[in-house]
């Protein structure tokens, strides 16, 4: 069998396959349970010639000369500016695999554990468990295959009770999911239905770990991106380099390399071993998460944050977000305590504006507050944030006191 | 392994089953400020087979490069439930063509200079992108059902962005389409990008939206939007059955003005959200859901129209091989009024808002609590749009919303999206015409 690459020049092409094995586990309430087994595997040609950057991928029995043709016909279109691919891949060393991800039996245990927890007020509507394992292999001219494993097991709970409740998280492996947390967690959302009228007009709302990742990781954490500085589609810009990013003065670090954690991986989907980059650092911006191509547009260094098997793009791995204050100092400053809110997708990583539905509100004798409008600037209201932080699947992020405008919902 | 043999084996093991066979080619492409980022060629192959036994449904999705048989994965896995079909399932059979006009294989070429020449030329930064699909699937089940598709769907967008007096904003279009090849996107992009673009002109110029308004005028995207989201997941029959909706128990009620009808229907080729069967090979068909103001049906797959006892509506749809069915909307919308527009402006009075456009949203469908962000909207002086204003979001209750529908206007326009539910996205359309609605509602964001 010849091979693929033989004409091809380091730097020049790469080829990938990924193979995804996935299972899913659900108990809903009614109709029991479900269960999903699904195996792909994706053969991924990458080309790079004068006039740009091919790509071709298949999951049927394309072989990869085949590919390679077609990569060649995109990159023919000027399809993507070339990048240079590293000449070998040097993975680096990070646990981010565990065989049980996908043990059907493993999850099943969990899922026992959650209707085990479940308190007699409330009801459990669905329990999802998803396991994936994903095996990555990367070629390039010169070097026989690599190969990275990770795996990822998620938890969702819904439960019904005078309010509804959810919880969720991920981890590498089952073990480090807390479902007995998790479902008293929804638990207590659920069990009680909202008493009193939020103040409404200007107020500090502490943001919980849970919520606050969900706001960051669609304003400040996509604005970090080096792809979308390139694009002009950030809150940043490149000149913004070493200024004032965020009011607080918090540090946000990108970590692909945490053991055990679900953003972990060996080295990206362009070859490149992932590096710990200090994104914020005491307000102020240090650095962007960026792949072969937003790093040559931006003049940056690559982070090794390239990810996804067709055309990858800068992807954060783990995510950790961390204040200088204490937590019960901040939640004593607060009108208000958010622990789930709704809509954080809508919220504008360009201008770091957000709206979004309190769901689950606190006020500060601990009773439960009417669902209300939240309205802020992630990046401008953002004022303090706590040392302390909890891991929410790839995020880290600590309590933070968020100036906000209230509205009855 | 083809879809007959899979079924054969199937049939020995399981209560019931559903097999398919998919072949897709696909093209994507994007532009970005006159550079090519993307002009990639896809090739799909797959077959799956959906099994029914001890009351649990099993899905297997397996490609074929390996040769590997997905039949004894699915077997293998433990799970025992309670699900069910109706007594009779619809043994649908037939062949439908919802072809446009070219292959997207044979188009990338084209595809991929207007793209460069559109974002090119824009006054503002520009990203336009395409995505075109060719595909082919067969259904077959124990039952009874043979079905085949060939079905073109072209989606494409547009993304404008520029720096104005008030910091970074940006504007976006997209339209897509069954039964229409890449020629759609020839046709129609530079339209959507000069309707984005002067969208963009005025958010540029934009003040803050007022806090809290008490009647606002929505634009048919954004009332789709709100009606798909705030309401339409509450119709779902998986939802209605685990008691996460707020529409459980309340057939025959009045949840809406009575100037509100909204339907669901796939069965015409051509909104993106269309589809000749469902993925359980069940013919589509159009479902009234509010007549008049009043609930008159859930929306439903196989196995909730067996638990709730309901009519199988046609809805049961995955976005893979490898998913499960979910019970999803296809192109919902609320039937149009006999109001002009502007007498929709004018009966807002001064003051009010009309907002355009849908950047997102978020229902917690159990207790009808909603988040949207529309576009941007106007402030209304002397009957007309005047004023722009930017981040307005819009949060109230699913139930006051429909409630205070107030009047339609008499045209209907359909918006082309992506819903997500489960982890799944799929297509849908939804839209409607021009809505009046009395609030208040609390607008401004940021």
Redesign the interface.
């Known amino acids: 069998m010849t091979d693929p690459l033989a004409d091809l020049e380091p730097g020049r092409a790469l080829l990938l396959e990924v193979r995804s094995e ?20 994706t ?1 991924v040609a990458r080309v790079v010639t004068d006039e ?1 950057l ?9 072989g990869y000369d085949e590919l390679i043709e ?1 990569a060649r ?2 990159a023919g ?5 070339p990048v240079t691919y590293p000449d070998r891949v040097r993975p680096e060393d990070v646990r981010a695999h565990h065989d049980e991800a996908t043990d ?1 039996e493993r999850l ?1 245990e969990l899922l026992e554990t959650v209707e085990a927890t479940v308190p007699e007020d409330v ?1 459990l ?2 329990v ?1 468990l ?1 396991g994936t394992l994903r095996r990555v292999r990367i070629r390039v001219p010169g070097q026989d295959w690599v190969e990275r494993r990770e795996s990822t097991v998620s938890l969702s709970v ?1 439960v ?1 009770g005078e ?2 409740g959810f919880a969720w998280d991920a981890a590498v492996r089952p073990r480090d999911l807390d479902a007995e947390s998790l479902t008293e967690e929804a638990a207590t959302m659920a069990s009680r239905s909202p008493e009193v009228s939020p103040p409404e007009g200007r107020a500090l709302v502490a943001f919980d770990p849970v919520a606050l990742s969900d706001l960051l990781n669609h304003t400040l954490v996509p604005a970090l991106s080096g792809l979308e500085v390139a ?3 950030s ?1 940043f810009e490149r000149r913004d380099l070493g200024n004032r990013a965020i009011e607080a003065g918090v540090t946000v670090l990108n970590d692909p390399l945490r053991d055990w954690w679900p953003g972990s991986y060996r080295f990206d989907d362009e070859g490149v071993g992932p590096s710990r980059v200090e994104l914020v650092s005491e307000g102020r911006l240090r650095g962007l998460y960026t792949d072969l191509y937003s790093s040559e547009r931006l003049g940056l260094e690559p982070t090794g944050s390239g990810l996804g098997s ?2 990858p793009e800068p992807c954060p791995g783990n995510v950790i977000v961390r204040g200088e204050s204490s937590r019960e100092g901040l939640l004593e400053e607060a009108d208000l305590l958010v622990r789930r809110v ?2 954080a ?2 919220a ?1 990583h ?8 309190g ?1 689950w509100v606190e006020d500060p004798e601990g009773r439960r507050v009417k ?3 939240l ?3 992630a990046l401008t209201d953002l004022l303090e944030a706590s040392r302390e932080v909890r891991r929410i699947g790839s995020t880290g992020a600590p309590h933070a006191l968020v100036r906000c ?1 209230v ?3 | 392994m083809d879809a007959e043999r899979l079924l054969n084996r199937a049939e020995e093991h399981a209560d019931a089953a559903i097999a398919y066979e998919l072949r897709a080619d696909r093209i994507e492409v994007e532009a970005v400020n006159g550079e090519l980022r993307l002009a990639d060629p896809e090739r799909h192959r797959g077959a799956a087979l959906r099994l029914l036994k001890d009351g649990s449904w099993r899905v297997v999705h397996a490609d074929q490069p390996d040769g590997r048989d997905p039949f004894k994965a699915a077997v293998r896995v433990p799970g025992r439930g309670t699900a069910d079909l109706p007594d009779e399932p619809p043994a649908a059979t037939g062949r439908h063509d919802w072809t446009g006009r070219t292959h997207p294989l044979d188009a990338l070429d084209e595809v991929t200079e207007l793209a460069l020449d559109l974002s090119r030329n824009s006054p503002h930064d520009c990203e336009v992108r395409c995505v075109s699909l060719a595909l082919r699937y067969r259904i077959l089940t124990t039952w009874g059902t043979e079905v085949e598709a060939r079905l073109h769907q072209t989606s494409f967008g547009v993304r404008v962005s520029d720096r104005g007096e008030h910091g970074r904003e940006e504007y976006h279009e997209r339209e897509g389409a069954t039964a229409a090849g890449p020629e759609r996107f020839l046709e129609r992009a530079e339209t959507l990008l000069d309707r984005a673009s002067r969208r963009l002109r005025d958010l540029l110029r934009a003040e803050p939206g007022p806090d809290r308004v008490e009647r606002a005028v929505l634009d048919p995207e954004l009332l789709g939007v709100l009606v798909h989201e705030a309401f339409g997941h509450a119709t779902e029959g998986d939802l209605v059955a685990r008691g996460e909706s707020i529409l459980r128990g309340r057939l025959g009620e009045r949840v809406a003005s009575e100037a509100v009808t909204i339907v669901d229907d796939p069965t015409e080729p051509g909104p993106f959200g269309a589809y000749p069967f469902d993925d359980e090979g069940v013919d589509a068909r159009r479902t009234v859901l509010v007549e008049d103001g009043v609930l008159r049906a859930y929306l439903t797959d196989l196995t909730t129209a067996a638990e709730l006892d309901a009519p199988p509506t046609g809805n049961g749809r995955a976005e893979t091989l490898g998913d499960h069915v979910q019970v999803r909307m296809s192109v919902t919308y609320v039937e149009p009024g006999d109001a002009d527009r502007e007498e929709l402006f004018e009966e807002a009075g001064d003051g009010s808002v009309y907002l355009l456009g849908s950047k997102g949203g978020q229902t917690d469908t159990t207790t009808g609590h909603f988040q949207f962000s529309a576009k941007m909207g106007y402030v209304l002086e002397d009957g007309e749009p005047a004023r722009p204003v930017r981040d307005v979001g819009l949060t109230g209750h699913t139930l006051r919303l429909l409630r205070g529908v107030l009047l339609l206007s008499r045209e209907r326009r359909l918006h082309a999206g992506y819903c997500g539910k489960g982890g799944q996205l799929v297509p849908v359309s939804d839209g409607g015409p021009h809505a009046l609605i009395e609030g208040p509602f609390n607008l401004r964001s940021g």
Do not use: W
């Not at chain 1, 091919?54 to 394309?62: C, I, K, M």
């Not at chain 1, 279109?77 to 500016?81: D, F, M, V």
């Open positions: 996935r299972i899913e586990l659900e108990r809903l309430r009614e109709s029991g349970d479900r269960v999903s087994r699904s195996e792909t595997v053969r740009g091919g790509v071709a991928a298949s999951t049927g029995r394309d077609l016909r995109s279109l000027g399809a993507g500016r059907p099943r009801t509507s669905a999802s998803t819904d019904i309010f509804s694009k002009g589609t809150a067709r055309r709704m809509g997708h809508t504008s360009v201008s770091g504006r957000f709206s979004v539905t769901l669902p209300c409008s309205r802020g600037n405008r509205g009855m919902s």
